[in-house]
Nanobody, 121 residues
Framework: QVQLVESGGGLVQPGGSLRLSCAAS????????MAWYRRAPGKQRELVAT???????NYADSVEGRFTISRDNAKKTVYLQMNTLKPEDTAIYYC???????????????WGQGTQVTVSS
């Protein structure tokens, strides 16, 4: 079984910072690209940032310059450092990853359960 577990969400004031983590566990052969998405109330899911297995990042325009995605391949963990947070960043944040389980040869996309981020004074 393969799981992704997020942590680090919470309540923060505008202008503040949070760091999200997402750790993969289970019988994993390899991990490819990893990503963070978010879903704000009443809105569709939005891609926030991606990072390849070679650690090449890409960001949505709405978070460029404020958020930083990184990964630790040894720990099978992806991070999202969020600075200068705005109320419009309030959402449930989900991580996803392209994972090849030990019992397969091709990757499947796995999702975490989500972590709430609320930016409010």
């Amino acid at each position: 079984q393969v799981q992704l577990v997020e942590s680090g969400g919470g309540l923060v004031q505008p202008g503040g910072s949070l760091r999200l983590s997402c750790a993969a566990s289970g019988n994993i052969r390899s991990i490819g690209a990893m990503a963070w998405y978010r879903r704000a109330p009443g809105k569709q899911r939005e891609l926030v940032a991606t990072i390849t297995s070679a650690r090449v990042p890409n960001y949505a325009d709405s978070v460029e310059g404020r958020f930083t995605i990184s990964r630790d391949n040894a720990k099978k963990t992806v991070y999202l450092q969020m600075n200068t947070l705005k109320p419009e960043d309030t959402a449930i944040y989900y991580c996803s990853a392209e994972i090849v389980p030990s019992w397969l040869r091709l990757p499947s996309e796995y999702w975490g359960q989500g972590t709430q981020v609320t930016v409010s004074s």
